[in-house]
């Protein structure tokens, strides 16, 4: 992942500097966010214990800085919280054979941990096209285990103007191949898809206030058999303030 995030922030770089120099009519911006959601997240676990589970005990919180010059955007988006199941939780997969290669549990909380870093750019007014390198953590607080998943993902957003003050927006994005692994192996592999949309009330000429709804869905294929899908959302409320720097 690391080659993969060097080359981003080097187009990123390559892209946004000389148009800072040959385009002074497009001023660049700095966008920076804090954002606050609850909500659940819910699934089911396949062919391992053939069990669901569900937990609407838990929420995140994420920062986001964006660079925005003239059409051309990229940025990074970071956020974690945590999630309490009490009645079943995601299996614990290690290797095969099935069933000995998961373990289930009644009880868990899990740490769930978030990084997004993003270029994208408006080819039309309102609707632009982005690349999306993301990285997933999910730590089981009382037991030695994680997992991490990675991948690169491709989406569109787009919005609409009300009036002055409000805005309509939405965001889907599509990761086709998430690699999971287990500490340092490689265990499984994975697709994701995230769906948000909502309204921007523009409180200040540089500060937003956003109000959306978000969803992650997620299936995941381990090596021993094992499947797992997930869904995590719910309702996001956060701010944001804009800074001219060129």
Known sequence: MKPLISIVLGVLVAALLPRAYAQEKDPLYITLGARVQGGGWEGNNENSS???????????????????????????SLQGGEYDFENGSPDRIF??????????????TIKRGEADLLVGYYFWERVSL?????????????????????????GVSGFIPLNERWTLFGTLGIVPRLNIRNDSDGIGKGTGSALEFG?????????????????????????????????????AIGINHRFEVL
């Open 50 to 76: 053939d069990t669901s589970f569900d937990s609407d005990n838990g929420g995140t919180f994420g920062l986001r800085l964006v660079m925005q010059k003239g059409r051309l955007y990229g940025g990074i």
């Open 95 to 108: 290797g095969a054979p099935l069933p000995l290669g998961s373990i289930s549990d009644d009880k868990a």
């Open 130 to 154: 982005f690349a999306d390198i993301k990285n997933v953590t999910n730590e089981w607080q009382s037991e030695n285990y994680s997992l991490r998943y990675t991948g690169l993902g491709f």
């Open 199 to 235: 309204v921007v009330w523009r409180m200040l000429d540089a500060t937003n206030m956003v109000f959306s709804l978000r969803n992650q869905h997620q299936e995941y294929d381990f090596d021993n058999d094992a499947k797992q899908t997930h869904d995590i959302g719910g309702i």
